[in-house]
């Protein structure tokens, strides 16, 4: 209680917390602004369809329920997601990018405009996708064929849906971005937390119709446990000491300091999940173009029995896979050993015991490989285990209630909420208050 006023007692940084909180209200309320042109008794069905798990209940996770409401954020922030992940791979293969990236500042906001206009681009392209998928049935996300989403299909309403989708995939990364800058916290972080955060309510309101309150408190107690997990690990790095010559300036004298250079045991993130759920879904989507007889039956009836059900042990083994493998291929993106070697030599410093250059490149890929891991094995039972322990308590073969209480919404919220009492942690100490973490 101590801590919270102290929040109080300071004025710049309450404004920013309501700040957050008045943005994170009117995501909210966009979530639920259903968009002109849609067929509601549809979209009934899809959220129906939504609770029986597959490719929708993934999808919905990101979006706060917007997507299988067909709101106006119901995109959700996904295109910016996948818009920053693409930049950041392009980085490494185009040199204009890594010209940018080594410019500073001004090479970021560079970065940053190119990374909105790909982010409206893939807004424009994936909710066109959708008007067409659901126009009749749901193209593999939905198993019912008699769906029809769009009534009275025609190009107008086409691009009044696609104009309206696009435009709030627009206003909600405005609004990312605004929270950085004037509230507390990371925008885009925030309000993919606000959406995960929103699904709980309702989930435990199947697993307590599913399985009474026995099962609600060991859905609780699991998720509890997890999160200890989550945070033990989360906090996990491993410190690399770094050496800084002296360098002696008029009468002053610069460097000559010990610091480190920290890796997370779990440097990927979420990443990892998204990218196997991501390719693990391609195959129930690519099944719907299929021969409906002969050997398209039976690839489509694999697809179905493997596919659809996470708890089958095919799936387990190809997303356990997957993950392990995402998690190695995003660190080897977000972490440089060769650009991180050549920013130390730059700096004058050095790693004890190794040379500048391709000496510390060396030691730096081989401890990054060493810890990448551990923690890609961490992730992959975080996402695999879940599912089973939810099966075993409610039926949910499906894995409805495991996408909202499993490892890609535990990481998600833990990893945001961690940053941003750090964030207001540090403006407390800066002021001499008493912090969250137990800072004097």
């Known amino acids: ?39 509601q008794d549809a979209v009934n069905a899809i959220k129906e369809q939504a609770r029986q798990g597959g490719v929708l209940s993934f999808l919905q996770l990101f979006s706060g329920k917007a997507l299988t409401q067909f709101a106006l954020f119901a995109l959700g922030i996904m295109p910016y997601i996948t818009s920053s992940i693409i930049m950041q791979i392009l980085t490494v293969v185009i040199p204009k990018l890594q010209q940018w990236q080594e410019q500073g500042a001004v090479g970021q906001r560079k970065i940053t405009q190119w990374t909105r206009y790909l982010t409206i681009a893939i807004a424009i392209l994936q909710s066109t996708g959708l008007v067409f998928l659901f126009k009749n049935g749901g193209g593999g996300l939905s198993t019912n064929d008699s769906i029809n989403l769009v009534p009275n299909f025609g190009l107008f309403r086409v691009m009044l849906i696609v104009g309206t989708l696009t435009a709030g ?62 945070v033990f690990i989360e906090q996990g790095q491993r410190r690399i000491p770094v050496e800084f010559a002296k360098r002696v300036v008029g009468r002053r004298q610069y460097g000559g300091q010990r610091s480190y250079i920290p890796l997370k045991v779990n440097q ?85 015991g190794y040379r500048p250059g391709p000496q510390t490149e060396k030691y730096l890929a081989k401890v990054l490989s060493r810890i990448t891991l551990p923690g890609a094995l961490f992730i992959a039972v975080l996402a695999i285990a879940p599912a089973i322990l939810v099966s075993q308590i409610v039926n949910d073969d499906n894995g409805s209630i495991a996408y909202n209480f499993g490892g890609t919404s535990l990481l998600i919220a833990v990893g945001v909420a961690l940053e941003t009492m750090k964030q207001i942690d540090g403006q407390l100490m800066m002021r001499n208050y008493e912090g969250f973490l137990g800072g004097k």
């Open 1 to 39: 209680m101590s801590s919270i006023r102290n929040v109080l007692k300071v004025p710049d940084l309450r404004n920013k917390i309501l700040f957050t909180i008045a943005m994170l209200m009117i995501y909210r309320l966009g979530s639920y602004l259903p968009v002109p042109g849609i067929d």
């Open 169 to 230: 995939t627009a206003l909600l990364m405005w609004m990312g971005e605004a929270i950085t800058q004037r509230g507390i916290g990371n925008g885009m972080s925030l309000i993919i937390f606000s959406s995960v955060v929103s699904a709980l309510p309702a989930t435990g309101t199947q697993v307590q119709a599913s399985a009474g309150w026995g099962g609600v408190v060991l859905v609780i107690a699991m998720a509890i446990l997890m999160l200890v997990f989550v």
């Open 268 to 352: 990927a993130g979420v990443i990892p999940i998204i990218f196997a759920s991501a390719v693990l879904n391609l195959p129930v989507l690519l099944s719907q173009v299929l021969p409906a007889d002969g050997w398209g039956k039976s690839v489509s009836n694999f697809i179905d029995d493997v596919f659809r059900r996470s708890t089958h042990p095919l799936y387990m083994v190809f997303y356990g896979l997957l993950i392990v493998g995402f998690a190695y291929f995003y660190t080897a993106i977000a972490f440089d050993p060769v650009q991180q070697a050549d920013n130390l030599r730059k700096q004058s410093g050095h790693i004890p």
